[in-house]
């Protein structure tokens, strides 16, 4: 085979029919796409990485993220310590609505300035591709202002970047719900199209109703844009079936989803993208129906949920040791979580599994056996990240 760099004497998990593990393994690329992954073969002209028998893994996806954002909640967090609610620092003008005012406050040049330490910390846990999604600006021009700052992240670091409309987060103090929405699908959908790769909705009692969710996503679809969903977080809305409906790539969070929902999820293919650290900050206590999920063969995917409110968390390993200890998940159900699945959550056929023709992005491990990247918490075993071909 023909290449221009190879990674060899490596572990694979390929992440092709579960962990596809391949002990004495290569990684061949050229012009930035796998050309070959599997056992050791002869290649031809190519910058030889060796890997010392590390273990080789596609590069992890971070499929659900608020990563651009200004300011943080701490106080809100040291006021939730003190027995204040969600609610009630919503209710009170906090909660979502005061990372609104500082975003609209804030350049784009500052809201680019403040992800990157947060990109940063998720780049050491081996993510090549993080999904971003608008929400803190709620005009045409803020949520706009959003998603360029997102996108504007792949000039910074080697990374790609998906990005997401959330116009449909909260109802912003100039608008009631119904005239938002209004202009969430005549005005902001519009204006997107070219700089969002899907519609997102928050749909929950604190949010927007299924009905509302339905319009946006009548409108993203007019527009040609994929649709997905914040559904069946704090309670069951029957979003996550609306979504499914709406052939949605994932229906995200899911604690209170029920067996309807479950088996719409599974006849359109929506992935169930599941928010282990949301749980945890929130002390939440009902599970999600994992074992119903997983005989229903719906797809599992895992991602950080980054955000000041619910989620102030930019470690993706760790997720994947809260999706074992508190979600009972397998190592394996955690590993395709954060890269096949995760792919598919983003409607990325290119990315997540070690693969010819997929996109070389590659996380390289000092680890001595797959369950490590579960089992550390606070501890990032990367040795190397390879996007596109390129090492960093
Ligand atoms: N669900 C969440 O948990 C976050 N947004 C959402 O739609 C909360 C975002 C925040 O509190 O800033
Ligand atoms: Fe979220």
């Not at 749980?279 to 009902?286: D, I, K, N």
Request: aromatic content about 4%; some cysteine.
């Amino acid at each position: 085979v023909r290449c221009d760099a190879v990674w060899t004497n490596a572990r694979l998990m390929t992440m092709r029919e579960g962990l596809g593990v391949v002990e004495d393994g290569m990684v061949a690329a050229r012009d930035g796409y796998i050309v070959h992954a599997g056992p050791r073969i002869d290649v031809d002209g190519a910058e030889i990485h060796d890997c010392q028998r590390r273990w080789i893994t596609p590069g992890l996806i971070d499929p659900h993220t608020h990563l651009v954002f200004a300011g943080n909640r701490a106080h809100e967090f040291q006021m939730r310590l003190d027995g204040a609610s969600y609610a009630d620092i919503g209710r009170a003008g906090g909660g979502i609505l005061s990372t609104v005012r500082l975003t609209r406050a804030a350049s784009e040049d500052e809201l680019i300035a403040q992800a990157l330490p947060r990109l940063d910390a998720l780049l050491r846990d081996g993510v090549t591709t993080v999904e971003i999604k608008s929400g803190y600006g709620l005009t045409l021009d803020d949520e706009l202002k959003m998603l360029r700052a997102a996108k504007a992240l792949e000039h910074h670091r080697l990374v790609r970047v998906v990005t997401t409309l959330l116009a449909a987060h909260a109802v912003p103090p100039e608008h009631d719900a119904d005239s938002y929405i209004d202009e969430v699908c005549d005005r902001i959908i519009p204006a997107a199209v070219g700089l969002a790769d899907a519609v997102d909705a928050f749909c929950e009692g604190i949010g927007f109703t299924p009905a509302q969710a339905e319009r946006v996503f009548q409108a993203a679809q007019a527009h040609g844009l994929p649709v997905k969903l914040h559904a069946e977080q704090l309670s069951n809305r029957n979003g996550a079936a609306l979504a499914a409906r709406y052939n949605a790539l994932s229906a995200d969070h899911l604690e209170y989803l029920d067996n309807a929902g479950i088996h719409e999820m599974a006849r359109s293919g929506t992935v169930a993208t599941l928010l282990p650290g949301a749980f945890y900050v929130m002390r939440e206590t009902r599970l999600p129906p994992i074992a119903a999920l997983r005989a229903a063969g719906v797809s599992m995917a895992l991602a950080t949920d980054c955000n000041p409110g619910t989620a102030p968390i930019t470690s993706l390993l760790a997720i994947l040791n809260m999706a074992a200890t508190l979600f009972r998940m397998t190592v394996e159900e955690c590993l395709l979580g954060v890269t096949a699945h995760a792919a598919r959550a983003l409607g990325r056929s290119g990315i997540g599994v070690l693969e010819a023709g997929r996109r070389c992005d590659l996380a390289v491990w000092d680890i001595g056996e797959p369950a490590e990247l579960v089992y550390w918490l606070g501890n990032s075993p990367l040795h190397a990240r390879v996007v596109n071909g390129k090492a960093v």
